[in-house]
C-alpha cells in the first residue's frame, strides 16, 4: 500500500514513512492510493471478530511494511481490558467499545474507556505503540509537535509518556480546555513531555504546527513528528470502531447504521466516510458542530468558510471550538475526484484566509452521494440534552457526546439504527454537568484530586519562530 498527498506534488510512500512524518512536504494530508474493499463475504467473516481482531483486519489492509506478526503483536498490546479500563457500570471492558442501547434503535457507542476518558485514546495509544516500534527498528528518534482544543493533548501525552527515543511537544489555547482536560495535560511530570500554553485559540496552535512541518528544514533537522489526525494512522485506527459500532448494531449485514459524530477537525467522521467509502452499510453520517458552525455551514450550502480567531466561540464542548477542519480536506480530496489541483486552488484561499463555495464549482450536488448530513448544537441545546438523556435513560453524558445526540435526534429514521458517539466522559467537564444535573459527575477513583497535582507548562505567544525556539532548546 501506497500513500499519495491531497494535493499531488509529494511522491508516494510507505506506511511507516507516512507514520514519522505526518504533513506532506507539499502541505497535503496523506491518503491510501486506493481504499480498500471490504465485500458481503467480508463482513460476514468479520462480524464475529472481537475488537482486537477486527482492528487487525482493517488496519493490515493499509500496513503492508510491518511483519503481520509483529502488527499483530502491536494490536494485543493496544486494545486490552486493563488499558480501557473505565467502562460504565455493567458494561464488559473486554468488548473495548460496548454499545450501550438509550432505547431500541438509538444506541451510544462508548470511545472513552481509555486512560484520558477520550475517544481519542482509541487511535492514540496505538500510534504510541507503532512509534515506538519503528522508531527501535529504525535506531532513530522523534520530536512531537501537536495541537490540542482538549482531549488529543493528554491522549497524546498519556500514550506517548516515558516511550524512548519520543519526547512530545503540545500546543493548547491558553486558559480554553475545561480544569480536568488542563489538569490531565500540565501535572504530567514525565521529562519527555512539554506543554506549551499558546496565547489564542486552538487554530493558532494548529497553524503553528503547520507552520512548522511546513519548515522542511527544520523539520528535518530535528526530526518532527505528527500526532493530529493529520496523521493518517490516527484515521486508520479509528476506522475499526465504526465496524465494530456496525456489527453491534445489527443482525445482517443488509442492515444500514447511520452514525452521529461530534465534529471539530474533522478526524472522527473522515473515518466513519472513508469507512463507507469501504463497503461499510453506512446509510448518514450525521455532522455535529456546537456554536462554531463552519462544517455545518458547508454541509447546508457548500460554503467552506473558517472563521477567523476573533470569531470563535469558546463554548462548554471546548474540543469542538475549531473553525478549520485539518481533515476536511481529506474528504474534499475525494469529493473533487482525486484531482490535486484542484485541492491546491481550494485550500490556497482558505491558507490567505478565505473561503471556497463547491456549490458554484458545481461539486456539491455530489456530497448528497456522500451520504453526509448536519447540525449545529449551542449551551442551552447540550445542557437541556444533558438533561434529557439522564432523566429519560438514567445516563450522563458529556457536552460533545450531547450535541452529536442533538443533532442525531434530528436524523433519526424508522428501521435504521442510530449510532450516536460517545467522544469523552462527563468527569471532564463538571462544570457543564454540575449545571445541567446539580452535582458533579462521577469521577474514577485514578483521577480524583486531579486538579490539585502541581502543573509543569510554559505560556508563549501565536508565534511559530519562538515555538521552534523551545523545541531547538530542548532537543539539543
Known sequence: ?????????????????????????????????????????????????????????????????????????????????????????????????????????????????????????????????????????????????????????????????????????????HGKMSRFQTAQMFSLQDANIYNIAIRGVFDDCQDIVKAVSNDHAFKAAHKIGAVNSINWARVAA?????????????????????????????????????????????????????????????????????RSAAQTWHTSSPSMDISKASNFERFVFDLVGCDGAKIRELWSKVDQGGAFDLKADGYFDQVADYGFVSGASNHANRIQTIRTVHEKYGVTVDTHTADGIKVALQYREQDIPMVALETALPAKFGEAIEEALGHEPERPDDLKGLEDLPQRFEVMDADAEAVKRFVSEKTI
Open 1 to 173: 500500500m501506497r500513500y499519495i498527498s491531497t494535493r499531488g506534488q509529494s511522491p508516494a510512500q510507505s506506511f511507516s514513512e507516512i507514520l514519522l512524518g505526518g504533513l506532506a512536504p507539499d502541505g497535503g494530508l496523506y491518503l491510501p492510493e486506493s481504499y480498500p474493499q471490504f465485500s458481503g463475504a467480508d463482513l460476514t467473516a468479520m462480524r464475529g471478530m472481537n475488537y482486537r481482531e477486527l482492528a487487525y483486519t482493517v488496519l493490515s489492509r493499509f500496513i503492508d511494511d510491518i511483519p503481520a506478526a509483529d502488527l499483530k503483536a502491536i494490536i494485543t498490546r493496544t486494545y486490552t481490558a486493563e488499558v480501557y479500563c473505565h467502562a460504565r457500570s455493567g458494561q464488559n471492558p473486554q468488548d473495548i467499545t460496548p454499545l450501550l442501547t438509550l432505547e431500541p434503535g438509538l444506541h451510544l457507542l462508548s470511545l472513552s474507556n481509555g486512560p484520558t476518558l477520550a475517544f481519542k485514546d482509541m487511535a492514540m495509544q496505538l500510534l504510541g505503540n507503532l512509534f515506538e516500534y519503528v522508531l527501535e527498528k529504525r535506531g532513530q528518534q522523534i520530536n512531537i509537535l501537536g495541537a490540542t482544543s482538549g482531549d488529543t493533548g493528554s491522549s497524546a501525552e498519556y500514550a506517548m509518556r516515558g516511550k524512548h527515543g519520543i519526547r512530545v511537544f503540545m500546543l493548547s489555547p
Open 238 to 306: 479509528q476506522l475499526v470502531y465504526y465496524f465494530k459500532g456496525y456489527f453491534a448494531a445489527t443482525r445482517s449485514n443488509q442492515e444500514q447504521v447511520s452514525f452521529a459524530v461530534p465534529s471539530g477537525n474533522f478526524g472522527n467522521v473522515c473515518a466513519g466516510h472513508i469507512a463507507r467509502m469501504m463497503g461499510l452499510p453506512v446509510r448518514k453520517l450525521v455532522v455535529a458542530t456546537n456554536e462554531n458552525d463552519v462544517l455545518d455551514e458547508f454541509f447546508r450550502n457548500g460554503v467552506y468558510r473558517p
